[in-house]
């Protein structure tokens, strides 16, 4: 099983920026795709940006050329590094990690969510 802890999140002035950090724990085998969703009260959660398992960065378009995801050397944690924040970017953050867990001779896919971590943009 795998447990997500995030940290990073905080109160920053527009243009700002910001480092968010995902750590995973636990008994797998490997991750697979890691992630970061955003969501603010009322509106649907947010796929923000994606490290697919051969490491390749995709993300939405409202943060391209801003933000930038990536991953350690042991793929257990992944980091999402946030420059030039805007106000809309305020939201609480979410990492989501898949995962693979054997238990015996079947492997299963797995996946888990962070706590989340709240980002405020703001002068």
């Known amino acids: 099983q795998v447990q997500l802890v995030e940290s990073g999140g905080g109160l920053v002035q527009p243009g700002g920026s910001l480092r968010l950090s995902c750590a995973a724990s636990?008994?797998?085998?490997?991750?697979?795709?890691m992630e970061w969703y955003r969501q603010t009260p009322g509106k649907e959660r947010e796929l923000v940006a994606t490290?697919?398992?051969?490491?390749?960065?995709s993300y939405a378009d409202s943060v391209k050329g801003r933000f930038a995801i990536s991953t350690d050397q042991s793929r257990h944690t992944v980091f999402l590094q946030m420059n030039g924040l805007e106000p809309e970017d305020t939201a609480v953050y979410y990492c989501?990690?898949?995962?693979?867990?054997?238990?015996?001779?079947?492997?299963?896919?797995?996946?888990?969510w962070g706590q989340g971590t709240q980002v405020t943009v703001s002068s």
């Open positions: 636990g008994t797998f085998s490997s991750t697979l795709a």
């Open positions: 490290l697919s398992t051969s490491d390749t960065p």
């Open positions: 989501h990690v898949g995962y693979i867990i054997k238990r015996g001779t079947t492997w299963r896919n797995k996946d888990a």
